[in-house]
């Protein structure tokens, strides 16, 4: 079946402009994570949906980041008035549930660079 | 400071030979040890989990092991091909919600 995948697969912005980044879970998985990945770093937790449950939130860099989740489906990524230290590779990844063992499905990712 | 650790943080072997991976971390209380391979421009796969009752987890020619106690894990990967070439992932969950904790990678390249 269908992964999960990510829109667009590469992104170059100028500093100031905002950008908005697509996730398509698979489908039926109730748990959405947002993760980003700089050069040579490990990735870092931004934000986490789970159902109807409000997002966990505590992972995102600032005020300027945000996230939405709608229908429990598909979920967009906003970065307003970017920084060149925005830079990175956002990725998204989807669960069937949280917790445990269950497995995170992970996207190709978006490469953001901003100029 | 990173609760998980990865050593080295890169090698280059070559191939048909065999290479170990370290992970240590200080994530507490513990729920599961992932390792992910992550080819360049893809999103990581997993390649194995272990909860803290297990101590080693094979898949094809990676082995992992772990030990809960000391909070260290290793990857072994066996007879190694030119597509084991890619970043090798330690993620800790120490959260019951699945929060992870991923370490920096260790990068292999395999060469001919």
């Known amino acids: 079946g269908a992964g999960v995948s990510q829109s667009p697969s590469n992104k170059v912005t100028e500093k100031g402009k905002d950008v908005e980044l697509r996730c398509d879970p698979i489908?039926?998985?109730?748990?959405l994570y947002w993760y980003r990945q700089s050069l040579g770093q490990g990735l870092e937790f931004l934000i986490y949906?789970?159902?109807?449950?409000?997002?966990?939130k505590s992972g995102l860099p600032s005020d300027r980041f945000s996230a939405e989740r709608t229908g429990g489906s598909v979920s967009t990524l906003t970065i307003q008035r970017t920084q060149q230290e925005d830079s990175a590779v956002y990725l998204c990844?989807?669960?069937?549930?949280?917790?445990?063992?269950?497995?995170?499905?992970f996207g190709p990712g978006t490469r953001l660079t901003v100029t | 400071k990173n609760q998980v650790e990865q050593s080295p943080q890169s090698l280059i072997i070559l191939e048909g030979k065999n290479c170990t991976l370290q992970?240590?971390?200080?994530?507490?209380?513990?729920?599961?040890l992932r390792w992910y391979k992550q080819d360049t421009g893809r999103g990581p796969v997993s390649l194995t989990i272990?909860?803290?009752?297990?101590n080693t987890k094979s898949n094809g020619r990676y082995t992992a092991t772990l030990d809960a106690d000391t909070k260290q894990s290793s990857l072994h990967i066996t007879a190694s091909q030119l597509s084991d070439s890619a970043s090798y992932i330690c993620?800790?969950?120490?959260?019951?919600?699945?929060?992870?904790?991923f370490g920096a990678g260790t990068q292999v390249v395999v060469t001919p």
């Open positions: 990844a989807s669960s069937l549930f949280t917790g445990g063992a269950y497995e995170q499905y």
């Open positions: 489908s039926g998985h109730t748990a």
């Open positions: 949906f789970q159902g109807n449950s409000a997002p966990d």
């Open positions: 992970c240590n971390y200080t994530v507490s209380p513990f729920s599961n």
């Open positions: 272990m909860t803290f009752s297990e």
């Open positions: 993620v800790v969950t120490g959260e019951s919600w699945g929060k992870l904790q």
